[in-house]
């Protein structure tokens, strides 16, 4: 997988081109260079009278930085569940009290929910689907790659199906295609893979076997 530039790493050329670049809105500034964010950033100076970058954020109602740089992803769907995972085990705690009431979802429970989504869709997906369905089954897809609100997994998602494109001629096609993209996730992260046969795949997501009778 290619090492993702931010912004201030791009020269003038690659600045605003590709999708990398596009996707974290990376601008050219001709006195301060490549800076992210829709703006023109706020420049100020220091006691040599250089020209500095101070990085722009975006706040919401709330005060909390929502900045619009890949790199700043503060939205809970970037965050890992191993502080929530400390506060609960810390014990009684506000933060463990507040966590147990409808949150926003954490990086973990959304790639979670997000993949139940997804192979349970493949596993009830036409077996002869029409034109229209596969081309809806692509779009909806690359459209989540698009939208996952967790900045960094959709970037590599959105390579990561450039590279290998959705399969959707048939439902084995698709749920093997989702198995194997959910690998590729699982490698990146130092998980174990999932056998990706259609039969274990039904197992899981679509007849359950006895245990779910
Ligand atoms: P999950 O990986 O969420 O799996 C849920 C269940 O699916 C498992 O219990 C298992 O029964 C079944 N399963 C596992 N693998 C497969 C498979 N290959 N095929 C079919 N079923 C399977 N997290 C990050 O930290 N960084 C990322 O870059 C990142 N990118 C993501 C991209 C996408 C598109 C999605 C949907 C999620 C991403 N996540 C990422 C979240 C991550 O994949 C996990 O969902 C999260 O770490 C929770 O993992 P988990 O061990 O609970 O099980």
Known sequence: MSKRKSCKERNHSDCESGWQAKFMNCKWDKAIGCHSGNNSPPVVENNNSKK?????????????????????????????????????????????????????LLKDELGRNTWSLLHTMAANFPNNPSNDDQSKATAFINSMARFYPCKHCAADFQEDIVKNPPKVKSRIDFSIWMCEAH??????????????????????WRDGGKKCE
Do not use: E, M, W
Request: hydrophobic content about 25%; aromatic content about 4%.
């Open 52 to 104: 500095k970058h101070t990085p722009l954020k975006s706040t919401d109602v709330q005060g909390k930085n929502y900045g619009p740089d890949i790199d700043d992803c503060t939205v809970p769907a970037c965050k890992s569940t191993s502080n929530a995972f400390k506060t609960l085990v810390g014990g009684g705690s506000k933060t463990s009290l507040k966590r147990a009431l409808p949150c926003p």
């Open 183 to 204: 690998n590729r996730v699982n490698t990146k992260l130092g998980k174990t893979t999932f056998n990706c046969d259609i039969n274990n795949l039904d197992l899981r």
